[in-house]
């Protein structure tokens, strides 16, 4: 349970007094202290059981290595194992208790643990690679209790081999839990850049993008932009195979004429955050707009691909988006190639981007 912190401070302040007699200036200096004290309760609140918690929580885990960290160093661990076990066996096996004729054995698994490591330390399905590390320490095991049995063995050495293997276990269940949690489907934030410099004024560009009914007109992924409340609007974009997504985004910067920032709320389809900035061009030729975003495509990896195979790719979109944002502003129009003989798109591309006509 948490001690609060002002029943921390009146023992001190006591054990203090019974142990050195304070004169009048200590004390006017003691009271001081305590009105200090006081207002710092009072603006920040007491010291609660939640707090208490956190910051236990928080300093248990301050000097715990990240799950990078613990798969390269589960790595290193491993490569150095298995090549004790493949360039000295003999030496290795007997230090263990299993005898000088399991070179063969020790080699195999000395060749299976630099394997794992290497798996490891390619940051490529760490949890599944660590994994196998635990199934390899299982067999580990079978063979020593195995080795039991030879009259070649030293019972001693086995026995405290096998409550090391048993200990590396341990650690192996404990890493592959938490490398296992860190490797999921979904794929890593894709960083997005694209500029083109605009012939017109920033204010005139950031009064166009603020109108976020203004964005479907350039932006051909988009169905519909509506104003929720207050910074919060509801999206709706054309997704592969004919399908869509939604998603709630709330403006989190807004200052005009420069820059526009935004991100999707908690719960929404599609994960995104990003901003858009309007910077005078040099010699006042139009302007700079630039925009930065970090993408997580819906269903991860798998969706990440299909993407790509259906041409709705979030780079490859904000580059056509942004030239058709300046055929828009510069001649009034986006350009298109829509029924004309040339520029036929493919099948992929007809059943998903050309039913639209701007």
């Known amino acids: 349970m948490a001690i609060d912190p002002a029943e921390r401070r009146s023992t001190r302040s006591d054990f203090a007094a019974r142990r050195h007699p304070r004169s009048n200036g200590e004390d006017a200096y003691a009271e001081q202290q305590q009105s200090a004290d006081e207002r710092y309760s009072n603006e920040y609140g007491d010291w609660s059981d939640e707090d208490e918690m956190e910051w236990q929580e928080a300093n248990a885990s301050r000097f715990a290595p990240d799950d990078r960290t613990l798969g ?6 491993s490569i150095g194992l298995g090549l004790a076990e493949v360039l000295a066996p003999r030496s290795l096996g007997r230090a263990i208790g299993v005898g000088e004729n399991q070179t063969a054995t020790l080699r195999m698994m000395g060749a299976r643990e630099i394997v794992s490591g290497l798996g490891l330390l390619s940051e490529r399905m760490p949890g599944t690679w660590a994994w196998s590390r635990v199934a390899g320490d299982a067999i580990d095991l079978a063979l020593l209790g195995a080795a ?50 605009i012939n017109s004024t920033p204010a005139e560009l950031y009064r166009f993008w603020k109108g976020l009914e203004n964005l479907p007109l350039f932006m051909e992924h988009l169905e519909s932009v509506s104003h929720v409340s207050g910074e919060v609007s509801h999206w709706v974009a054309k997704a592969p195979a004919g399908t869509s997504v939604e998603w709630d985004a709330e403006i989190v910067e807004d200052v005009p004429e420069r820059r526009i920032g935004w991100r999707t709320l ?35 990896k798998v969706g990440m691909r299909i993407a ?51």
């Open 266 to 300: 908690p719960g929404s389809q599609v994960t995104h955050e990003g901003m858009v900035s309007f910077e005078p061009a040099a010699a006042g030729r139009g302007t700079v707009v630039r925009i930065e975003m970090l993408y997580c495509p819906p269903a991860g």
């Open 148 to 197: 039991a049995r030879s009259p070649d063995s030293d019972p001693r050495r086995l026995a405290i081999a096998a409550a090391s293997v048993a200990a590396v276990t341990a650690l192996d269940v404990y890493a592959s839990r938490r490398l296992q949690a860190s490797q999921t489907d979904e794929a890593p934030q894709i960083a997005v850049t694209s500029s083109v410099t």
């Open 72 to 77: 390269q160093l589960l790595g290193w661990f």
């Open 308 to 358: 790509r195979l259906f041409g709705e790719e979030p780079a490859l979109q904000i580059d056509e988006d942004l030239r058709h944002l300046k055929q828009l502003l510069e001649t009034g129009e986006v350009a298109t190639t829509l029924g004309q003989p040339t520029g036929r798109r493919s099948l992929l591309g007809r059943s998903t981007l050309g039913r639209r006509v701007q």
